[in-house]
């Protein structure tokens, strides 16, 4: 984005990528997703969750909630998870509603943690151990987007 030469790149890439918004996060590292995951799919899946209106107590919750999954699964192996789990603030200034004023935007951030496969990251969430961590994700924030994105090994 500092670049000067990056006004002509996001001139030339309107006409593709249409309405879509798009935002900028700190680096994340999350390559281990992408060689990893299950035998039928050939890469690991990517839960992507964007938090909105975060306050600083929210990215305090997110360092414990990181914590707290890499010890878990460091002593029990959580099953399907690949270890892969990382966050980043938004760079610009985003609402959940896309058509909101200027003034109602707020600080975001974007946490992305890596799975063998959406159904491994949807049984953790029926498990004790996500419900005794999850609090941490729902204080200082005002809601999220979750989705997941699959990677194919060609």
């Known amino acids: 984005m500092d670049s000067p030469a990056y006004p002509a790149f996001l001139e030339n890439l309107q006409p593709i990528?249409?309405?879509?918004e798009i935002i900028h996060a700190s680096r994340l590292d999350v390559t281990g997703a992408i060689a990893k995951g299950n035998?039928?799919?050939k890469g690991g899946v990517m839960e992507v969750a964007t938090f909105?209106?975060?306050?600083?107590?929210?990215?305090?919750?997110?360092?414990?909630f990181k914590?707290?999954?890499r010890k878990l699964h460091a002593e029990k192996k959580i099953a399907g998870?690949?270890?892969?789990?990382?966050?980043?603030?938004?760079?610009?200034?985003?609402?959940?509603?896309e058509e909101a004023m200027e003034e109602e935007k707020g600080r975001a951030l974007v946490?992305?943690?890596g799975w063998e496969s959406k159904d491994a990251h949807m049984a953790f969430r029926e498990t004790k151990e996500f419900a005794d961590n999850i609090a941490y994700l729902r204080k200082g924030t005002s809601g999220v987007d979750?989705?997941?994105?699959?990677?194919?090994n060609a």
Request: cysteine-free.
């Open 17 to 20: 990528m249409g309405s879509a």
């Open 39 to 41: 035998a039928e799919q």
């Open 52 to 64: 909105f209106d975060v306050e600083d107590v929210f990215l305090e919750g997110v360092e414990y």
């Open 67 to 69: 914590t707290a999954l």
């Open 81 to 97: 998870f690949l270890g892969v789990i990382d966050s980043g603030e938004v760079i610009e200034k985003i609402a959940k509603n």
């Open 111 to 113: 946490l992305m943690v």
């Open 146 to 152: 979750m989705f997941h994105v699959a990677f194919k």
